[in-house]
């Protein structure tokens, strides 16, 4: 399949989940819309000669006529406080926290609701640009929980008592379990296998800051924006394996 | 008035009757509505009506082994679909009557005019 086919497969798959589309039926769309870029390749038709210059108009006009499904919205938001919090407390495990004060247990919480927000905006919005327009649309937006986490930090550093002592083993075996869960939701060896490797690489950016030392806020809130994206490639990762290679 | 605009009311009648002359997929529809005429009809149009179509239970689909690999999906009509086709059928017969009769109607002016 051509680049720009693809490329339009995905960010219409993006747009329709990011708009809360059940995934059955993008699903069901997208099948059609492959098969029909494909035969319309052959005659040297390009997905803007289908589907229309305006890829997100096009979008509109299905999710008008498909109907959206708010109990698949809350599935995916869902997962994604689960994979947010799992991250959070093996970050914690890694960065040798195990005492928590008030204003983290309220800062963070309200961070991750507006991480998430801000990650399916900032996906939503970014869909079916390219270039510049789409690094500054993605940027301008995640750092707005990017400071409130940097904020909630600081907070915590000067007015913070802690309140909540867990121990080393309920931190990590917590977070072990919510990652694991995550990961075994994967129905093929691949996207298991895949899953594990993005795993790593996540961690291993929070693992290489605390091995060599690396202080300060930046690092640290670094780390977690790494792993928070990271875990959105990893849901849309088997969304993006073909469906013969999942079941097999 | 644009063409495209004209179409909005007829185009479901239409696809109904292509469904009607055989199983389709969406492809094979497209280039089927392409032969008969409407080739400034954007091919991507159809899947928010087939969609929509099928909400209505006016159509139905199944899924089928292709020969280019990837299972595809064909489409028919229900028994609600061929009412509503043999309903549109009669709407545009009387209508198209109506049109034709006052578009003639206007030549005749124009001529008696000169």
Avoid at chain 1, 3 to 11: A, S, V
Avoid at chain 1, 77 to 99: E, K
Avoid at chain 1, 176 to 202: C, D, K, Q, R, Y
Wanted: aromatic share 10%; glycine share 10%.
């Amino acid at each position: 399949m051509r680049k720009e086919n693809e490329k339009f497969i995905q960010e219409m798959r993006v747009y329709l989940m990011t708009k809360g589309v059940d995934e059955d039926e993008i699903d069901s769309f997208l099948m059609e819309a492959e098969d029909h870029l494909n035969e319309g390749e052959k005659e040297g038709k390009t997905a803007a000669d289908i589907f229309g210059k305006s890829p997100k108009a096009y979008a509109k006009e299905l999710i008008a006529s498909m109907g959206q499904s708010h109990q698949d919205n809350r599935k995916f938001i869902a997962r994604l406080i689960a994979g947010v919090f799992g991250i959070f407390l093996v970050s914690q495990f890694i960065d040798g926290n195990n005492a928590f004060s008030i204003i983290e247990l309220i800062g963070y919480p309200i961070s991750t609701i507006i991480w998430l927000i801000a990650l399916i905006s900032a996906l939503r919005l970014s869909s079916f640009h390219s270039g510049v327009r789409r690094f500054l649309i993605v940027y301008g937006i995640t750092m707005i929980p990017m400071l409130f986490t940097v904020g909630v930090t600081v907070l915590h550093m000067e007015y913070g008592t802690d309140v909540l002592f867990l121990s080393q083993p309920v931190v990590i075996t917590v977070g072990g379990i919510i990652i694991l869960g995550l990961i075994a939701n994967f129905t093929s060896l691949i996207g298991i296998l895949s899953s594990m490797v993005l795993m790593a690489i996540l961690f291993g950016s929070q693992l290489l800051i605390h091995l060599f030392h690396l202080e300060g806020f930046g690092w640290e809130i670094g780390a977690y924006a790494v792993s928070v994206v990271g875990l959105l490639v990893m849901m849309s990762f088997q969304k993006q394996v073909p469906k013969t290679v999942i079941k097999g | 008035m644009q063409t495209t605009q004209m179409l909005k009311g007829i185009i479901d009648g239409c696809i109904l009757s292509i469904i009607q002359e055989g199983e389709v997929y969406g492809y094979e529809l497209a280039s089927k509505l392409d032969a008969y005429g409407f080739e400034s009809f954007s091919e991507g149009t159809i899947y928010p009506i087939l969609i929509r179509l099928q909400k209505d239970n006016l159509i139905q689909s199944t899924l089928k082994k292709s020969t280019a690999g990837p299972k595809r999906k064909y489409y028919s009509l229900t028994e609600r679909g061929e009412e509503e086709l043999a309903d549109f059928q009669k709407r545009w017969n009387h209508l198209s009557t109506t049109v034709n009769q006052i578009l003639n109607k206007g030549g005749s002016v124009d001529e008696e005019r000169k």
